[in-house]
């Protein structure tokens, strides 16, 4: 039996009383019960269920240690005693019911560890695994919903940048056939892809922006590629819009990203065979230079038309 609440105050030991240090002897109490005081909560119990395996309790209420008792004969534990019921019933059963919550398991794997009691040890670290493989998530993937959110993303990240946009309500025509397939093969390789360059890449998605299926690649900050996924057809009656699936194409621009992956350190062997005087290099070459260093390639499915019903002239 044991008691798992707090008793207040008014069963600690009184205000300037000082503990007394004492022996006990298993044998001379043999079963019977004992009173603990364990961080102002109540527990009883007997020496045998103390001492059954080989932990501090056991050095302490077989004679190894001394232990402190109150006036009132209360052994006294600096602990607390929150958990101490689950101890208890450990030493009786060999095996208890943990906790639910993760918080909890880390208190009582706390205690049992300060108590010596490996095999309840063992118990929460397994119990903690487990929930860590079921409740954590592997990769997070922010949902971006404004333009401002994006840019600070973006701006803040440290790592290259792999963003999916596919918004389906964008389409003002039909959709082909395979479109729909297509769109979602396009999800499936993104989710995919974070899972593999999880902590690596930061990938987000985009549900709000004007393109139906488009992927864009950033690297320190700025876009570096934009692969279009999305094209219009001309069928006999009504345009339709086409959705593609150019999976080599976005494999390709992901492996071209990780370049991006760690700050560049300039190289001073080679800034010194390019570098050039600035007495022969003129402002229109630095402008060009400039535009070349900012462009982006941006690849898109190739248009085609099948059949064109507009009449001519229009």
């Known amino acids: 039996m044991s008691g798992d609440t707090c008793l207040g105050s008014a069963l600690c030991p009184a205000a300037g009383h000082k503990p007394k240090a004492g022996g006990l002897k298993g044998g001379s109490l043999g079963n019977k019960y004992v009173r603990l005081n364990v961080g102002g909560s109540l527990y009883y119990t007997t020496v045998q269920v103390l001492t059954r395996h080989d932990t501090m309790l056991k050095a302490m209420f077989s004679g190894r240690m001394e232990v ?135 990938f987000i998605k985009d549900v709000i922006g004007d393109e139906i299926c488009c992927w864009s690649f950033y690297g320190q900050g700025r876009k570096l590629a934009e692969v279009c996924c999305t094209s219009i057809v001309y069928a006999t009656e009504k345009k339709q819009t086409k959705v593609e699936f150019p999976e080599a194409r976005i494999y390709e621009e992901t492996l071209n990203v990780l370049l991006y992956e760690t700050p560049r350190v300039p190289d001073n062997s080679l800034l010194e065979a390019t570098s050039r005087s600035r007495s022969q290099a003129s402002h229109s070459e630095d402008d060009e230079g400039l535009e070349l260093r900012e462009r982006v390639r941006r690849i898109h499915v190739k248009r085609y038309s099948t059949y064109d019903d507009r009449q001519l002239g229009h």
């Open 68 to 202: 402190l008792t109150d006036k009132e004969g209360w052994i006294l534990i600096d602990r607390c005693g929150k958990h101490f019921g689950a101890i208890l019933n450990y030493l009786r059963d060999d095996t208890i019911a943990l906790p639910k919550h993760r918080q909890e398991i880390k208190e009582l794997m706390a205690e049992a560890k300060y108590y010596l009691i490996q095999g309840l040890v063992d118990m929460c670290q397994a119990a903690l695994q487990d929930k860590k493989d079921l409740y954590e998530p592997v990769c997070s993937i922010p949902i971006i919903t404004s333009p401002k959110e994006e840019e600070r993303l973006i701006e803040s990240s440290m790592k290259p940048v792999v963003k999916l946009l596919y918004n389906r309500s964008n389409n003002k025509y039909s959709y082909t056939s395979n479109s729909d397939d297509n769109l979602l093969k396009n999800i499936e390789l993104f989710d995919k892809l974070s899972l593999r360059f999880n902590g690596r890449v930061l």
